[in-house]
């Protein structure tokens, strides 16, 4: 079946440090993929998402490319602020028909230390 | 108009009480979710809507019983819930056309005492 792997939190970076959150799915077909972000007592915002293999999804300096060879869609940021302190969420959404499943990660924790 | 708004923000009943969430979008999304998220853990989806009609329904309880009275509204019906039904309950919504990204609101905090 679908799956999303994404990996284990918290992850504490200083501020101004690169930033990576590893994210690989399993799924048949092509499947659309996203980043999610949730910052607390809020619901989830699409941060960025992609559609088919080597594309590049990109917002507020983030960027994740669908990488079909390694099924993988990293989210990178070069130089991370303490205003993206939030959850993140790593998704995929493939189905047959307009109503199917977005599948999550587990979600990984983001701190950012002033 | 891309917002998803569920209403109330923030619900606390007991265990007899039958409330309702709510959920509106005006994007002429045909497809709606509700999730039930946990704390530190993604969000499992309950129910999805498609052309006001149920198409999931991930084996949910019978005491949340989901309605799609029009296509830009989303309710969902809560009866006997148990303290562990505690959650923060998302609404979503999407576009009719397959693996496109979904819209979320801001949820409701929902605490049975």
């Known amino acids: 079946g679908n799956s999303v792997t994404q990996m284990e939190g918290p992850v504490t970076l200083s501020e101004e440090a690169f930033l990576t959150i590893n994210c690989t799915y399993t799924?048949?077909?092509?499947?659309?993929l996203f980043w999610y972000v949730q910052y607390p007592g809020e619901g989830l915002q699409l941060l960025l998402k992609a559609t088919k293999a080597d594309d590049k999804g990109s917002n507020k300096g983030f960027e994740a490319t669908y990488r079909k060879e390694t099924t993988s869609f990293h989210l990178e940021k070069g130089s991370v602020q303490v205003s993206d302190s939030a959850v993140y969420f790593c998704?995929?959404?493939?189905?047959?028909?307009?109503?199917?499943?977005?599948?999550f990660g587990s979600g990984t924790r983001l701190s950012i230390r002033p | 108009d891309t917002e998803v708004t569920q209403t109330p923000k923030h619900l606390v009943m007991g265990m007899t009480n039958k409330k309702s969430l709510k959920c509106e979008q005006h994007m002429g999304h045909r497809a709606m979710y509700w999730y039930k998220q946990k704390a530190k853990k993604p969000p499992e989806l309950m129910f999805v809507y498609s052309y006001e009609k149920l198409s999931i329904n991930e084996s949910v309880p019978s005491r949340f019983s989901p309605e799609c009275p029009n296509s830009s509204l989303l309710n969902l019906h809560l009866h006997a819930l148990q303290p562990e039904d505690s959650a923060l309950y998302l609404c979503?919504?999407?576009?009719?056309?397959?693996?496109?990204?979904?819209?979320f609101g801001q949820g409701t905090r929902l605490t049975v005492v």
């Open positions: 998704a995929l959404r493939r189905g047959d028909s307009s109503a199917s499943k977005i599948i």
């Open positions: 979503a919504s999407s576009h009719d056309k397959m693996n496109t990204e979904a819209f």
């Open positions: 799924a048949t077909g092509y499947p659309s």
